[in-house]
């Protein structure tokens, strides 16, 4: 279950930003639903609470999903790895951030035999703090797919759709009074206090995203 946990939150709230040098973080509010099909059985999950925790200068990202599985209140809290992220000129002159991530097997996740994602949003120019303007999407469409190792031999397969929206107010008030890191711990610290557990212990270490 924890591996199946694993990659619904990778596939419903993945994201790699990028933009030019800028020292604040951008806060993203997330929703969607994961469908788990596998040892004889369906289940539909749907997120009560997701959020990305964005740093457009460093492309690092914590994805942070909770949802309720089974009765079970469960949290997961994922750093994104190995997303391929590219701004692509759209009609107009407008901008569009896109990311992709395909691999198989899974390098961030070993038990997921194949690990695929896609995100696509419309570049503006938004300001997350006072004094400067950031190029991001105001929304992003995520979609994911999975076939992950189930015992010895046999898979189970995950789909998942999500969407983000860019929380101006809440980027606002973050970075007023808080860095990366301690905004990434008030969420977690947040979902604690209303019943939700951790599925797994996160990843620290993150590896740079591939540039544009």
């Known amino acids: 279950m924890k591996n199946l946990i694993a990659f619904s939150v990778l596939g ?22 994961v469908t788990l099909i596998g040892n004889g059985a369906q289940a539909l999950i749907k997120s ?13 990202i914590t994805a942070i999903g909770a ?3 089974n009765g079970k209140k469960l949290m997961q809290v994922v750093e994104t790895e190995n997303y391929n992220v590219k701004t692509i000129a759209g009609p107009g002159g ?7 991530k395909g691999e198989s097997p ?3 996740t070993p038990t997921l035999a194949v690990e ?10 938004v300001n997350i703090e006072s004094t400067r303007s950031v190029s991001l999407p105001k929304s992003m469409k995520t979609y994911g797919f ?7 031999s046999g898979y189970s397969v995950s789909q998942s759709a999500g969407r983000a929206v860019l929380d ?14 301690q905004a990434v711990d008030r969420i977690v610290t947040f979902l604690k206090s209303k019943g939700y557990t951790e599925a797994s212990p996160r990843k620290i270490a993150l590896p740079k995203a591939a540039k544009r």
Request: charge should be positive; glycine fraction near 8%; proline fraction near 1%.
């Open 146 to 152: 999975g076939q992950i190792k189930s015992g010895s």
């Open 116 to 125: 695929a994602a896609f995100g696509l949003g419309v570049n503006s120019l």
């Open 12 to 33: 419903l709230f993945s994201l790699n930003a990028t933009s030019s040098l800028y020292a604040a973080q951008a806060i993203y509010k997330t929703s969607g639903t």
């Open 106 to 108: 899974s390098r961030q």
């Open 67 to 69: 949802f309720t599985h």
């Open 94 to 100: 407008t901008t569009y951030t896109s990311f992709a």
């Open 168 to 181: 101006m107010a809440a980027s606002r008030l973050s970075n007023s009074k808080e860095t990366y890191s």
């Open 48 to 60: 009560d609470f997701g959020c990305w925790v964005v740093d457009p200068s460093t492309w690092k």
